[in-house]
C-alpha cells in the first residue's frame, strides 16, 4: 500500500474567505424549467456525484449500503455541494455484475430496501434541492429477467425475439467468432432448445434484442414509469453496445491474446453500430418530455465519436461521459491541455470523470506516494474548475484509495477471478464510504462486503471536517466558489501558457468576470507569469480566491507567481482593462 504523507502545511482556507466579497452578489436566477434567465440548463451547473449503493453507506448493518444509508448521509452531500446523485443499479437483481445484471427494472432490490425508501428518499433529496439520477441498463437484462426465463423456455415463446438467439455454425461451434467482454465466447448454448444465446458481458447477462421494436417500448416505458416517481434523469449504462450485426459476420481477428487468454479482435460487428443513435435520438424525446438529462456511458476512441453521442442537432445525450481524464495516468499539463482542447471542440457540453466503479481512483492514479493529498486537491482544481459538468465518484473528495484485494479468494468481481493477477477485477475502487475513524469506517457495524483500507483512519468524513487542510475542505470550498462564480460556471475556456510542462494554467471568462486557475503539477516549486493582452486583458491584478500556497498566498500581480509544489492557485482577474471579448 502506498504511504500517505501530509507534507504541505497549508493555509488555503483562509485565503478562501476572499472570494465571498467577489462573487457575494451573482445570483443565478432560475425558472420553474430549470433554465436560467441566459438560458443555461439545470445540468450545466449541477456537480453530479455517483454513489455505489452497495457502498456508501448501511443503515441496516447487514454489511451492504442500502437507500435509507443514501439518505442519511443528504445534509452530508449538500454541505458538500452536490446537486444531482447518480445511484448505480439498485435494482432487484442476481447481483452476479453488482446490479448490472437487472431482474425487474421498476422495483428496488431487498438488500437496498423499498420502492417506498426510495420515494422518501426522493422526496427528502427534493427538500434539499438534489436530483436523482438512475442507472438504464439498456444493452441487457439478468438471464433471470422474467423475460429472459420465458424468452428461453421455448423457441416460440412470445418473448424470445427479445434477445439473440441463433443456432451454432456446427456442432458445439458457436455462431461466431466473437468474444465476451468479460471473457469467454459471447455465446452460450441453452441445451434447452439447442441454440445460443448472445452476451457481450457475462453469460448471467443476455444481451436484448433492439432490432425487436417490443424492446424499444418495453424500454422506453420503463424510463417513464421512473419519470413518473420523479427522477431527473438516466445514465446510460454501456451504449456502445446495443446492436449487433443481423448477419453475425465474424470479427477481424487483430492477433495475439487479451487479458482473459481469448484472441484480441476489433469489435467491428458488435459494437458502436451507427442504429444506436436512432434509439438515442426516440429515448431524448422521451427525457425531454419529462424534462429530464441523459448521461452516457460512452466509451469514445475519437472526438468525431463523441460528436455523435451528443447528436447531429444535439438531440441524443446531453451528457456523454468521455473518459477523456480516464486515460490519463499521469500529471501531465501537455495530455490535460490536449484532452480538454478535445472536450472543449465538440459542439456539446462537456462531462469530466477523473473516477468510477470501473476505473482505478484518482489518489491512485495521480498520487506520488508522498504528497497524495496535496495532487488529490490538484486534481479537483483541475476537472471542478473546467467548462462543464463534473461527475464526482464517491470518496474522491476525501481521498479515498483503491484497497485491491491481495488473495485470489477475497475477490469479489467475477472479472478479477478470471484475471487474476493480471487483472485484479475492480473491487480496489469499490469499497466502503470513510464515514469516521470507528471500525469499518463507520460505514457499517457489520462487516462491510468489501474490506476498506488503512488509511480510513486519517482519510474519513469525520476527521477530515475537522481539519482545515484536508481534502475533504478543499473540494467543499472549491464547490462553493463553483456555485457561486459565473466564470467557473459559464466561462469560456482560455488556455494560457500553452508550452509549460509542469503548470497547467488556463482562463475562464464570462462577460466581465475572469477567473485564473494554475496547477503546479510537479512536485518543484515553480513560477509563471501571464501576459494577457492577447486575452484582451491589459494591467490585470489578481485576487486570490482559493489557493493551497502556504509561503505565497496573496499574489497580486501577473509576475512572478510562485507555486509550491503540486499547488493550486485561483484567483479573479480584475482591474483590467478589457480591449477586446
Ligand atoms: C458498465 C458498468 C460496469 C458493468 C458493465 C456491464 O460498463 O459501468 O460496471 O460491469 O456496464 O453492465
Known amino acids: ?17 476572499l472570494f465571498s466579497p467577489v462573487f457575494g452578489q451573482t445570483k443565478i436566477q432560475r425558472t420553474p424549467q430549470n433554465i436560467d434567465s441566459e438560458g443555461h440548463q439545470w445540468w450545466q451547473h449541477a456537480v453530479f456525484y455517483e454513489i455505489y449503493p452497495r457502498s456508501f453507506a448501511d443503515s441496516n448493518n447487514d454489511g451492504v449500503g442500502d437507500l435509507n444509508g443514501i439518505a442519511s448521509k443528504l445534509d452530508y452531500l449538500k454541505d458538500l455541494g452536490v446537486d444531482a446523485i447518480w445511484i448505480t443499479p439498485c435494482y432487484p437483481s442476481p447481483q452476479v ?63 424470445r425475439n427479445w434477445y439473440v438467439w441463433r443456432d451454432g455454425k456446427a456442432e458445439n461451434q458457436p455462431p461466431n467468432n466473437w468474444v465476451a467482454l468479460f471473457g469467454g465466447p459471447a455465446w452460450k448454448l441453452d441445451p434447452k432448445t439447442g441454440q445460443y444465446y448472445y452476451h457481450y458481458f457475462y453469460p448471467e ?53 487479451n487479458r482473459y487468454g481469448d484472441p484480441n479482435e476489433e469489435n467491428k460487428y458488435n459494437l458502436k453500430l451507427p442504429e444506436i443513435h436512432n434509439v438515442l435520438r426516440d429515448l431524448r424525446k422521451v427525457a425531454d418530455e419529462n424534462g429530464a438529462v441523459l448521461v452516457g456511458e460512452t466509451w469514445t476512441s475519437d472526438l468525431a465519436e463523441l460528436e455523435r453521442y451528443y447528436g447531429a442537432h444535439n438531440d441524443e445525450i446531453q451528457l456523454p461521459m468521455d473518459f477523456l481524464f480516464g486515460y490519463v495516468n499521469k500529471l501531465s499539463p501537455l495530455e490535460f491541455r490536449k484532452q480538454i482542447a478535445a472536450a472543449e471542440s465538440v459542439h456539446g457540453w462537456p462531462v469530466y470523470v477523473i473516477s468510477n466503479h470501473d476505473i482505478v481512483r484518482s489518489y491512485v492514479r495521480y498520487g506520488d506516494g508522498a504528497h497524495n493529498d496535496a495532487i488529490a486537491k490538484l486534481m479537483a482544481g483541475l476537472y471542478l474548475t473546467l467548462r462543464g ?19 485470489v479468494e477475497d475477490v469479489k468481481d467475477p472479472i478479477g477471478k478470471l484475471g487474476w493477477p493480471q487483472d485484479k477485477g475492480r473491487d480496489g475502487e469499490r469499497t466502503p464510504m470513510q464515514w469516521n475513524n470507528s471500525a469499518n469506517a463507520g460505514f457499517s457495524t457489520a462487516k462491510p462486503w468489501l474490506p476498506v483500507p488503512q488509511s480510513y483512519q486519517t482519510h474519513n468524513v469525520a476527521t477530515e471536517t475537522k481539519d482545515p487542510n484536508s481534502v475533504l475542505q478543499f473540494y467543499r470550498h472549491l464547490l462553493a466558489l463553483r456555485h457561486t462564480s459565473r466564470a467557473l460556471l459559464d466561462g469560456n ?10 503548470v497547467l494554467s488556463y482562463l475562464r471568462q464570462y462577460k466581465d468576470e475572469t477567473v485564473l486557475v494554475v496547477l503546479n503539477m510537479s512536485g518543484v516549486e515553480q513560477k509563471v507569469s501571464f501576459d494577457l493582452t492577447q486575452q484582451g486583458l491589459s494591467n490585470a491584478k ?40
Open 389 to 407: 459538468t463534473p461527475i464526482l465518484y464517491y470518496g474522491e473528495e476525501i481521498g479515498m484509495e483503491n484497497n485491491n484485494p491481495v488473495r
Open 542 to 581: 489578481t485576487a486570490t480566491l482559493l489557493t493551497i500556497l502556504s509561503t505565497h498566498p496573496d499574489q497580486p500581480a501577473l509576475t512572478g507567481i510562485t507555486l509550491e509544489p503540486f499547488a493550486v492557485y485561483i484567483a479573479k482577474v480584475s482591474g483590467a482593462s478589457k480591449t477586446n471579448n
Open 493 to 502: 475556456y482560455i488556455p494560457l501558457n500553452e508550452n509549460d510542462p509542469n
Open 205 to 257: 447477462q443476455p444481451d436484448l434484442n433492439w432490432r425487436n421494436p417490443a424492446i424499444k417500448n418495453a424500454m422506453f416505458d420503463v424510463t417513464r414509469w421512473w419519470y413518473k416517481r420523479g427522477v431527473a434523469g438516466f445514465r446510460l449504462d454501456a451504449v456502445d453496445t446495443l446492436y449487433e450485426d443481423p448477419k453475425l459476420h465474424d470479427n477481424p481477428v487483430l492477433g495475439g491474446k
Open 1 to 17: 500500500m502506498r504511504k500517505l504523507h501530509r507534507s504541505l502545511s497549508v493555509a488555503w482556507a483562509l485565503s478562501f474567505f
Open 97 to 159: 455484475d453488482f446490479g448490472y445484471d437487472v431482474s425487474d427494472y421498476e422495483n428496488i432490490d431487498p438488500m437496498y430496501g423499498t420502492l417506498k425508501d426510495f420515494d422518501q428518499l426522493s422526496s427528502q433529496a427534493k427538500k434539499r434541492g438534489i436530483r436523482i439520477i438512475m442507472d438504464f441498463v439498456m444493452n441487457h437484462t439478468s438471464d433471470q429477467h422474467k423475460w429472459f426465463l420465458d424468452s428461453r423456455s421455448s423457441k416460440t415463446s412470445a418473448y
